[in-house]
Nanobody, 126 residues
């Protein structure tokens, strides 16, 4: 059974850092790009970052570029999102997702992903 399980969400003060993890199972992990998304209340789900199958290519939305870093450990079947300099507007539920097509180009479009985790809450507040 294919699963993606996010963890690491928490309440953090502005300027703080968090590292999210996305643990995968039930599919050949190193065949697929993985993306991170977030959804704040009343807003659409936003693509933040994605990483290619070998970690050699990464992409970031302008809203997080320079603050967030995506990485993956294929041996552990896990993708990470290191988030620094957090702002109140980063408050959202964060999701990881598996890209639909194996060996595909890493993109931030939601329609390119077919399986999603349950999400982890990140709250940035003083």
């Amino acid at each position: 059974q294919l699963q993606l399980v996010e963890s690491g969400g928490d309440l953090v003060q502005p300027g703080g850092s968090l590292r999210l993890s996305c643990a995968a199972s039930g599919f050949t992990f190193d065949y697929y790009a993985i993306g991170w998304f977030r959804q704040a209340p009343g807003k659409e789900r936003e693509g933040l970052s994605c990483i290619s199958i070998d970690g050699g290519s990464t992409y970031y939305a302008d809203s997080v570029k320079g603050r967030f870093t995506i990485s993956r450990d294929n041996a552990k079947k896990t993708v990470y999102l290191q988030m620094n300099s957090l702002k109140p507007e980063d408050t959202a539920i964060y999701y990881c997702a598996k890209q639909r097509i194996g060996f595909g180009v890493c993109t931030l479009g939601r329609n390119s992903y077919d399986y999603w985790g349950q999400g982890t809450q990140v709250t940035v507040s003083s």
